[in-house]
């Protein structure tokens, strides 16, 4: 029976191996890593020991943010996904299909805020599109392609993860999920849990990001000598990215839910807006497994950079499947399907919350 498209969100795997993986055009010998479900990368072997990885997304941008921190997520959603190959983020090629609201003032603060942060990430913009239409609005303006160039050597997908590998996450889960809804619904926030806990919960947006978390992983070691693989948990979150990385690399997982870093925040406002945090969209919270004689570096270089991180399971064989571990009992651990994020974003715009 075929699976049909889902409500919202990603499509799911057998969408994918029903319509995606078998129309990708002329077949190339210089592709290393080409479009499968769950691997944000494709890897192009360039020659002379080098390789290009491109990702792509769409421009994701909410002027109620305001522009700054509107640029900023949209230029970190897309470098995030490009840095989990090992290699820094390059080359940005950018379509924006603008709504026809926009107006000169607006674009000039939203592309002066995508120049500064590239800036800051050392990457360079080097094509585009940029025009207004009828039917485009936000958040969805256009998307974009982040590239990487580097050493072949050095590249990584989320198919090269081990059996005997540890599992470390950084952050903790839902970290997308509590950033956008502390900017957008703070005073809610702010009238139920205080004042300071709302202006803490808006920090949480400034992490939704994994370009630091990844390149300051690889840069213990990769392969056998360290990072085997990495994939930021964004739509589906934890779970979601979990089962990705172990159905990319075809191994097992055991997983200890207990370990999963949860911040106050985090769960204060999941639990208001009735969102699961282990499933909720969490930009920002790296996967990454590592050959065990690597862990406790890549934890040291991680913690030397502020960034929150435990060993949260292990690589295991696959004929044991995805196993998570709760109070004490093991079950397989099965893929959410749908994000409960956009529900609870909806039902909150509607003035609803699992408390009403």
């Not at 080359?91 to 942060?117: G, M, V």
């Not at 571990?325 to 974003?345: K, S, T, Y």
């Amino acid at each position: 029976m075929r699976s049909e498209l889902p409500a919202v969100g990603k499509i799911s795997p057998e969408i994918f191996e029903q319509l995606i993986f078998p129309n990708l055009g002329a077949s190339n010998t210089s592709i290393l890593v080409g479009p499968q479900h769950g691997v944000d990368v494709g890897v192009v072997d360039l020659g002379h020991g080098l390789v290009m990885a491109l990702t792509t997304d769409p421009v994701f941008v909410v002027p109620q943010y305001g522009w700054e921190r509107a640029a900023w997520f949209a230029v970190h959603i897309l470098a995030s996904d490009a840095a989990t190959c090992g290699l820094r983020p390059t080359y940005l090629s950018i379509d924006l299909n603008l709504p026809r609201a926009i107006q000169k003032p607006e674009l000039e603060f939203l592309w002066t805020a995508i120049h500064r942060e590239c800036q800051k990430l050392g990457i360079t913009i080097v094509s585009g599109h940029t025009a207004r239409y009828d039917g485009c609005d936000y958040p969805m303006v256009g998307g974009a392609t982040m590239i990487c160039v580097g050493p072949k050597s050095q590249y990584l997908t989320p198919q090269m993860a081990r059996q005997g590998d540890h599992i470390i996450l950084t952050k903790g889960a839902a970290i997308e999920a509590t950033g956008i809804f502390a900017v957008t619904f703070s005073r809610q926030i702010a009238e139920r849990y205080g004042e300071s806990f709302a202006l803490r919960a808006q920090e949480i947006f400034w992490q939704m990001s994994v370009v630091e978390d990844a390149l300051t992983a690889v840069s213990v070691g990769v392969h056998e000598n360290g990072v085997t693989a990495m994939h930021d948990a964004t739509e589906c979150g934890v779970w979601g990215g979990l089962y990705e990385v172990a159905q990319a690399s075809a191994v097992g997982m055991v997983v200890d839910k207990e370990r999963i870093p949860i911040l106050e925040e985090v769960d204060e406002i999941c639990s208001h807006f009735g969102m699961d945090p282990y499933s909720a969209i969490s930009e920002g919270s790296l996967i990454i497994t590592c050959r065990p004689h690597r862990t406790p570096e890549v934890l040291q270089a991680l913690q030397q950079k502020n960034i929150n991180c435990a060993v949260i399971g292990s690589v295991i064989s696959p004929k044991r499947g995805i196993q998570l571990v709760e109070r004490g009992r093991q079950r397989p651990l099965v893929h959410p399907r749908v994000d409960p994020f956009w529900d609870a974003f909806r039902r909150a715009l509607e003035g609803k919350n699992s408390k009403q």
